[in-house]
């Protein structure tokens, strides 16, 4: 289940101004863990549970010990598909010594989905 979310959010869609719909991230949430089990991998699956349930842009190495997997097998799920298909983002700060990568859900995830 997705953290922090209203009890607005929790009972459907909201209409907006204009009759648009607002997002719903409960609706999100569902449409996307669905998606991952009919056509990803176990790890892919995994991996995108873990950001959705943070909420958050996460270094990899956290997200490597959260997940306990190595690092070096955690870039290399992100980066077979999950990337490409444009469901995570890929953040890179800092050169050399000092170079971190975030991850996150791709804020165009939500349109791919239509909430």
């Given at each position: 289940?997705?953290?922090?979310?209203?009890?607005?959010?929790?009972?459907?869609?909201?209409?907006?101004?204009?009759?648009?719909?607002?997002?719903?991230?409960?609706?999100?949430?569902?449409?996307?863990?669905?998606?991952?089990?009919?056509?990803?991998?176990?790890?892919?699956?995994i991996v995108v549970d873990q950001l959705l349930r943070?909420?958050?842009?996460?270094?990899?190495?956290?997200?490597?010990?959260?997940?306990?997997?190595?690092?070096?097998?955690?870039?290399?799920?992100?980066?077979?598909?999950?990337?490409?298909?444009?469901?995570?983002?890929?953040?890179?700060?800092?050169?050399?010594?000092?170079?971190?990568?975030?991850?996150?859900?791709?804020?165009?995830?939500?349109?791919?989905?239509?909430?």
């Amino acid at each position: 289940a997705v953290a922090n979310v209203s009890s607005a959010a929790a009972s459907g869609p909201v209409a907006g101004a204009k009759g648009s719909v607002e997002f719903d991230p409960v609706r999100f949430g569902r449409w996307l863990r669905m998606l991952m089990v009919a056509f990803y991998s176990d790890e892919e699956t995994i991996v995108v549970d873990q950001l959705l349930r943070r909420c958050a842009q996460v270094r990899d190495v956290v997200l490597a010990q959260a997940l306990a997997l190595p690092e070096r097998q955690l870039r290399a799920v992100l980066q077979r598909r999950l990337i490409p298909d444009g469901l995570i983002d890929r953040e890179i700060e800092g050169e050399g010594a000092t170079l971190k990568t975030f991850y996150r859900i791709s804020p165009a995830a939500p349109a791919l989905a239509g909430t």
